[in-house]
């Protein structure tokens, strides 16, 4: 019933079949020979991890799917998985590693619906973060390592990231910035790599915020 109520909002379901082992002599119905196979593909590698093993729970409801923005809009042949959708974001990487899908965990707006539709309380939204910092770290010491962890890192995204915090964190960098950059916002590239294929150029405004407030004052 939990599956379907969170599926297709039906009461019970369609159909349902019960293996129960093979049929025992005397008995005309019923499977000669039962055999279980247990399909690891990588998930030994998220029950190992307390937090990651709550991926396991996932009943293939499709409720996250159904609540989420991103995945509504942009459809499952995008994910380039088997299982798209939030629940593709968290359990692709062990399936198939994180070198192969480091970006499927940031197709997503954090929005939090996923998580609050989920009938079994997977929290997919703080399982997309861990996975997004992952992809972005080499194995910690101590920490049980999953397959491709750290393929996203890029020395020229920490330089960046580096430049950005020793910006902010400093009031007077951060005005000298501002400054320059108003004054200089003519020289801004008309193409910025990917932004620009669907949105206009990013472009400092003619003043600062603190110039603007300082001129309103004034008046």
């Given amino acids: 019933a939990l599956l ?35 399909v690891d593909n990588g998930r030994t590698q998220a029950y190992a991890d307390e937090q990651l093993r709550a991926t396991l729970q996932c009943i293939r409801c499709g409720a996250c799917m159904n609540h989420c923005p991103v ?4 459809g ?13 974001e968290i359990i692709s990487p062990h399936l198939l590693g994180l070198a192969a899908t480091h ?8 929005c939090g619906a996923c998580g609050e539709v989920c ?15 992952e992809a972005q770290h080499e194995t910690r010491v101590g920490q049980q390592p999953l397959l491709g962890q750290g393929a996203a890192r890029s020395l020229v995204m920490d330089a960046v990231w580096a430049g950005w915090a020793a910006l902010y964190t400093r009031p007077l960098l951060y005005r000298a910035f501002g400054w320059l950059a108003t004054r200089l916002r003519l020289l801004t590239p008309p193409r910025q ?15 600062t915020l603190h110039e603007e407030m300082a001129a309103r004052k004034r008046r």
């Avoid at 079949?17 to 049929?23: A, D, E, Q, V, Y």
């Avoid at 499952?76 to 593709?88: K, V």
């Avoid at 009938?119 to 910092?133: A, C, S, T």
């Fill in 76 to 88: 499952g042949h995008a994910y380039g998985a088997t299982y798209p959708g939030p629940i593709g």
């Fill in 119 to 133: 009938p079994v309380r997977i929290p997919i939204p703080d399982l997309l973060i861990r996975l997004r910092g």
């Fill in 71 to 74: 995945y509504t809009r942009i």
């Fill in 193 to 207: 790599s990917g932004w620009t294929q669907s949105r206009t150029p990013l472009r400092p405004a003619r003043r």
């Fill in 4 to 38: 379907t109520r969170s599926a297709t909002g039906q009461a019970i379901t369609t159909y349902f079949n019960l293996i129960s082992g093979p049929r025992k002599p005397g008995e005309k119905d019923g499977p000669r020979e039962v055999h279980l196979v247990l």
């Fill in 103 to 110: 970006v499927l965990p940031t197709a997503s707006s954090l």
